[in-house]
């Protein structure tokens, strides 16, 4: 009986998509038991509402972190904030259009991205470092342009897109990050970059060796990262109608911790985009139940730096159990690098 | 030579090359501030800011460690706020001042020895512990201090963290005494001269048989250690703690460090050079306030400076590493 429950533990932990989904489960029935009102269409629609940004930050995140050599972007809340706001005054005070203002939020998003591939891969600072300068230099330039104040003053109908719905479901979810997640899923499944992404994130040198840029693939996904910090500042400054110059506060926490929690290998080379979705879908039911209960959200913050502590333990087992596999079957292994 | 560059050059054998350089970036950042910034070059300027750097040293001492080892930790802002309520509770309570300090010291050891435990044991990279356990303190300041500030912090505390030796500013004389045993640890122990091994190769150390478990165990308990102590300096110049207490503190010691010279991938730095650092960094803040910047912009330029200071150690060293690679062909 023992082993049957440990062998049953060991395998779902190892198949992590099934884990996700059955304590997906348990978390929405453990919330429907809290309060009345989880299992409603509304709260459903909050749910997608409210786990939009994550959803899309956690694309850029877990690319970032597949993608290796200690890769991590400290920075993805503070690229988030500033082109809100560049966004926000592009709009609002100098009245460019809301469409040729999301194209150049977007632009500066991906040089943002660019800035920090740029720092890490050809300059070589280690990503940690980098990110975490830029961090600081994005969050306080956003703080700085606005002395600390939200802007407002966008046109009604740029609300749609944050507060819209179509057919029941929300328009941030269905026109952005479904697409951004279908598009960037045939990136990294179907082209050469996203392949490139995966094998310079298993073994740097070998990429090399088989003649990878791996500057390329990683400044590709620090990128990738600036572009959908750009796509979540526009879909909260929708939801919201106002640019917060500190919109992505705590931003960088929940994104690693859900890319984690969603199977990414922290040493890179492993991880899906479905896993981390699955991992947002996890932690926003379990923050919109919360405040249902009307728990304080400063616990949430504790709460998801547990989750992240457990995931990531989780992560090491099964990769230690992977590496036996692969031993096991004569396959190569992948060297963890030192971080 | 001329007697100048003969004493530069004396200057340079005894810090070496990058502390040289920090020294000669942190002379010109004091030069700079003393003709552009009125009232900087006071005695009494000067002591402000080594007093309120004294918490920052502590806790960049110790984070020297751990960078040499090739581990980080950010939740000492967190872990600092904690202690510091403890203390602040201890002294409102009018617990003895030796006890006091004994439970600080106590706290950051257990606190410091859990982040220790998961970065040896379980074998998950430094930051992604220290990051999950800086939110889970956070929430344990936030449950202890239950939505209110803790105040009426008895004055004595401050009299005494605020008293002078001589001219030093009592709390900053404490922090040079630790950097002092730091030294020395670094220097001429066992443990620090480990703990570059560690940094510079983890699994030849190994082979050679440190044990690197214990090794990195007791690293994360000594930064735990400082930050209690730090937490203890914090309480006695600060009249209360509220539930933001060191929030940027733990970017401050690792800029400290970096700018001091230390090498974020491991293997390399030093406390004289974490020093220097934790003075650029205090006395710009200081420096930017006085000539009017908005206190906003404080850790852009800290950023900015964070990477510039990387930036350069690596293209340096690439340069270097490239040279000797060339002179190897050529021979």
Known sequence: ?????????RALALRRLTFLLIANAGIALLMGQLSPYFFTVSDGQAILQYGAVLGLLALGQTIVIISGGGGIDLSIGGMLSLTGIVFASLVAHHNVPVVAAGLLAVGLGLGLGAFNGVAITIVGIPPLIA???TYYLYSSLALVATDGAPLSGFPNSFANLGQGFVLEIPNQFLFVVVPATVLLTYLLRGTILGRAIYLVGVNENAARLSGISVIRARMAAYMISGLVAALGAMITASWLMSARPDAGANYELQSITVAVLGGT???GGEGTLGGSLLAVLLVTMLATGLQLANIDPTWQLGILGVVLLVAVTLNEY??????HLRLRRGLPTAEPSNV | LT?????????RGLLGQRQAAIATVLATELIFFAVAAPGFATLQNIQTVLQSSSEIALLAGGMTLLIILGSVDVSVGSMLGIAAYIAGRLLVDGTSKPLVLLAVIAVGVVLGTFNGALVAFVGIPSIIVTLGTMSIFRAGVFWLLNGQFLVGIPSFSRSLAQGHLLWLPGSFAIALLVYGGLWHLLRH???GRRIYAIGNNEEAARLAGVNVRRTKLVSFALLGALTGLAALLYTMRVPSIEITVGQDFALLAI?????????????SGS????????LFVGFLNNGLVIIGVPSLWELAVLGTFLLLSVGIDHTVERRRAAATRRAGREA
Request: aromatic share 6%; no cysteine; proline share 2%.
């Open chain 1, 1 to 9: 009986m023992k082993d049957i429950v440990i062998g049953s533990i």
């Open chain 1, 131 to 133: 990110t975490l300068g």
């Open chain 1, 265 to 267: 290998y922290i040493f």
């Open chain 1, 318 to 323: 099964v990769f230690r159990q992977g590496i």
């Open chain 2, 3 to 11: 007697p100048l560059a003969r004493g530069g050059r004396r200057i």
């Open chain 2, 189 to 191: 122990r066992v443990l």
């Open chain 2, 255 to 267: 800029a400290a460090v970096v700018i001091g010279g230390a090498s974020i991938t491991g293997g």
């Open chain 2, 271 to 278: 406390v004289v050079g974490t020093l220097l650092g934790v």
